[in-house]
């Protein structure tokens, strides 16, 4: 052997947004002969062990597979465990290949990771999409309406909807946004949103409207899954995802007023960011300018980029910075990231920069509490898709509950994300407990607490064996001119750990495909 | 096209051309290790490492420098311009400093090329030279120059020929005339009857079949100057690099070919002229060595006004009219 590792590998490796031909894997390519059911506990899924307290996305209760899983199942079962490990085996080389990465920020050693993707897809039917699907078209309209509340009028906080120290203290909250006028009201043109699943049915989690993340990830792992496993690709009819940045370029573009060709920049921290080789490969699918704060100037109001034949005009800023860091004539003065005179642009109306500055504060975590009544007050409906129960340690009887039953709890930052800053009650020790009990009476309003969610756990082959983790989805939807547009699917982020419930890629998660799935299937 | 993505492609092609560059001589070289005296593959490390404006690793302590070449081993030498991280100029690190190149353009590179050069990277920075070494000292070296004619062909076949296409391969020959000066300066030292040491440097220059389909086999040095400075067909000539940056530019130039000329195509010009008119004499009444210290300035210069032309420029001087 000359190499340590074996990464020489000349399979084919087809872009996200462009399949090429390959070979399948060897278990999808024939049908089984005698197809024996899958059951949990049997066969592939010896070490599968169904627990009642969470859903299974495979398997009822009893053990036999969900008629939505049916096909799923029975291949895996069918499979031989070098099968499910070169099945495996292929959607890593491929991630690695292309160098699908995220950043661990604060870790020393391989500050670059591929990120971990396991190979079984998750299956969720079209009707219960549907239903996820209304829910978030309904959350994006009251959360514009209500961004756009807070700039201008400020009904929702004069008739006590809202507190106003909740908003006008939020961090996010961004007082040069007052009065300034928004194209077509859409403050929120992308949205991530965080959606588990336990036994009562799917709830939100979180929204994440600042800059939210991974969608490149999602697009990656449907390009790999449908490449290693075709035949059940296809006989599953699965809803496609892969048209997401043609939809995002669209949807950016639609804001624009002045010109029927805008031109669309990404704009990014550099490749040192988590996030970078998202960003690159986002305007590498829209053909889109990537650009960084540095290439960008701001001359009589417009916005140019310097390009090798001079400067030419940018209409569109898809951002992928902080508000803090967009601007700092306008916002921290100390940024290096930022565009200088970027803010006065965008108030005189001669750029789109999506998402709109400000947005940060109706995706704070102690703001999504009222998101349900936001939904009534605005839309006069009720919320389609739950709220997960929460408590706000800012009032004194958040606070006495939470520190009552720490234990049970999982409290988290109201600015924070990546699984960062948050305790989860029942797998923390009791120093850990200690020490945020003490945070959480310095500082209240900082935390939020909600109960341990039963996530529910989907199939995943670790360590050479199918079994289950925790998942949640995060979908994305696109809010253009006038209308919606939601990727019928998501990210599916897998706490590969067991037991874990932390699903974040720098805290030891993961990501799989998530097949939204026609009733009507097709032929294998 | 975006300047700073510009500057990236322009770089990326620099850091290929300067692998393949290092990996090439260094081929040569350790092919020879099975026959060739010891003092005399002294004197070869010493020119190559002249070649490559390297000074040799701070591990050779000796003051002298041939007699450094002559006790280090050549494993250290090899290594420390393949894989050494202390050596800012190793090929592993002309291949790290490409791939964050092209980490930035990943919307304008075509995902194969991403992915051959992605290859590329892991296969380099997991092999284990000492085990290479042990199958045959040049494989490594000449497993690099395979990977990266892939790659070249993987660019060719795939890019289409727009400006991100001009400069990276503007950067390669740039790179390249830096480079083959330099080789040339290093040559023009040894006697002109060192007959090994000319036919090496057609080799290095993958030119001695040519040269000697046009000259016959016997090498000589003023033939082979001649040879390798200005005629325009052999790829490694000056000749040949400095026609094709000329070219190049003028795809770059918005105006094309046309008056006024940008100035690093001004000057490209200049340098194109000066190996025709300069070197039209019989090459054995031209002071080769004057001549080479002067164009490598002007390659230097090269760079400089790339730069500041298409990258660096004053913004007032791009605002739209």
């Known amino acids: 052997m000359v190499s340590k590792a074996d990464t020489s590998v000349t399979a084919p490796t087809p872009s996200p947004g462009n399949l090429g031909t390959t070979a399948h894997l060897s278990f999808d390519r024939a049908r089984p002969s005698v197809a024996s059911p899958a059951v949990a506990g049997a066969g592939a899924f010896t070490h599968y062990s169904i627990d009642s307290r969470f859903r299974d996305e495979m398997f009822r209760s009893d053990g036999t597979l969900r008629t939505a899983t049916e096909q799923l199942g029975t291949a895996l079962n069918n499979a031989t465990p070098e099968q499910l490990m070169q099945l495996q085996d292929g959607v890593r080389r491929q991630f690695l290949h292309e160098g699908i990465t995220f950043t661990v920020i604060g870790a020393e050693e391989a500050a670059e990771q591929i990120i971990p993707i396991d190979c079984v897809p998750r299956v969720i039917t079209a009707s219960e999409w549907d239903h996820i699907d209304r829910g978030l078209r309904q959350r994006l309209r009251a959360l514009n309406l209500f961004l756009k509340d807070i700039y201008h009028e400020g009904w929702s906080l004069r008739d006590g909807i809202v507190p106003h120290d909740l908003v006008l203290g939020c961090p996010q909250y961004r007082m040069e946004m007052l009065g300034t006028k928004v194209p077509h009201d859409a403050y929120v043109s992308v949205c991530g949103t965080d959606i588990v699943r336990t036994h009562d049915g799917f709830a939100v989690l979180e929204d994440n409207l600042r800059v939210p993340s991974g969608v490149s990830y999602m697009l990656a792992c449907r390009a790999a899954i449908k490449q290693a496993m075709p035949r059940l690709y296809r006989a599953h009819n699965v809803r496609e995802v892969l048209p997401y940045p043609a939809r995002l370029y669209s949807q950016l573009a639609s804001l624009v007023t002045w010109t029927q060709t805008p031109r669309v920049a990404v704009l990014t921290p550099g490749q040192y960011n988590s996030a970078y080789y998202e960003h690159a490969f986002l305007a590498g699918e829209m053909g889109a300018e990537l650009v960084e704060g540095r290439d960008l100037v701001v001359h009589d109001g417009l916005v140019f980029m310097r390009t090798v034949t001079g400067l030419k005009r940018i209409d569109v800023i898809y951002r992928r910075v902080d508000d803090d860091f967009l601007d700092p004539v306008t916002f921290r003065s100390d940024s290096l990231l930022g565009v200088p005179g970027l803010f006065h642009a965008y108030r005189a109306g001669n750029v789109v920069i999506a998402n709109a500055p400000g947005t940060g504060v109706a995706d704070d975590k102690a703001l999504y509490a009222y998101v349900p009544d936001l939904i009534r007050y605005f839309l006069a409906e009720d919320p389609i898709l739950d709220n997960v129960e929460t408590y706000l340690c800012r009032t004194a009887e958040g606070l006495t509950y939470t520190l009552e039953n720490l234990d049970k709890l999982v409290v988290k930052e109201v600015g924070g994300s990546g699984g960062y800053g948050m305790l989860v009650g029942p797998h923390a020790s009791a120093k850990e407990k200690e020490d945020f009990a003490e945070q959480l009476r310095t500082d209240p309003a900082n935390f939020i607490s909600q109960p341990t969610l039963a996530l529910s756990r989907a199939t995943c082959f670790t360590d050479g064996k199918l079994e289950p983790r925790h998942v949640d989805v995060r979908p994305f939807v696109l809010q253009g001119k006038n209308d919606t547009w939601i990727a019928p699917g998501g990210l599916c982020r897998v706490a590969l750990r067991r037991g874990s419930l932390v699903v974040n890629s720098s805290q030891g998660g993961g990501c799989k495909d998530l097949w939204v799935i026609n009733e009507e299937k097709r032929d294998m | ?321």
């Not at chain 2, 393949?20 to 005296?37: C, N, S």
């Not at chain 2, 490594?140 to 991100?164: F, N, T």
């Not at chain 2, 030119?207 to 016997?218: G, I, L, T």
């Open chain 2, 1 to 321: 096209m975006l300047a700073r993505a510009a500057a990236d492609f322009y770089w990326m092609g620099r850091y290929f051309e300067r692998a393949e560059h290092t990996a090439r001589l260094l081929d040569y070289h350790l092919a020879r290790l099975v026959d060739t005296p010891a003092d005399v593959l002294a004197h070869g490390w010493q020119a190559l490492y002249a070649a490559l404006g390297q000074p040799p690793p701070v591990s050779l302590t000796v003051t002298d420098d041939a007699e450094a070449f002559l006790v280090a081993d050549a494993f250290a030498l090899a290594a420390y311009l393949i894989e050494d991280p202390a050596n800012p100029n190793a090929i592993i690190q002309s291949w790290i400093n490409a791939r964050d190149n092209a980490k930035q353009l990943r919307p304008w590179l075509p995902v194969r090329v991403w992915t051959c050069l992605n290859d590329g990277f892991f296969w380099l920075r997991d092999c284990d030279f000492s085990e290479y070494w042990a199958r045959g000292p040049n494989r490594l070296p000449a497993g690099v120059i395979e990977r990266l004619r892939l790659l070249s062909g993987v660019i060719e076949a795939r890019m289409s020929r727009d400006d991100a296409w001009r400069f990276l391969v503007l950067g390669r020959f740039v790179e390249r005339l830096q480079r083959q000066t330099s080789l040339l300066q290093s040559w023009s030292r040894p006697s002109d009857g060192d007959y090994q040491m000319w036919t090496g440097l057609l080799e290095v220059c993958a030119a001695y079949e040519a040269y000697c389909r046009k000259h016959s086999m016997v090498v000589r040095p003023a033939h082979v100057r001649a040879f390798l400075l200005s005629n325009p067909e052999i790829p490694h000539s000056l000749s040949f690099a400095i026609r094709r940056v000329q070219s190049l530019l003028s795809g770059i130039d918005p105006a094309g070919g046309r008056y006024p000329l940008r100035a690093p195509h001004r000057h490209a010009l200049r340098l194109a002229a000066a190996i025709e008119t300069d070197l039209q004499v019989p090459i054995e009444h031209v002071d080769t060595w004057d001549f080479l210290a002067d164009f490598a300035e002007d390659c230097r210069e090269m760079h400089n006004l790339i730069i500041a032309e298409y990258v660096d420029y004053p913004l007032e001087r791009g605002l739209p009219s």
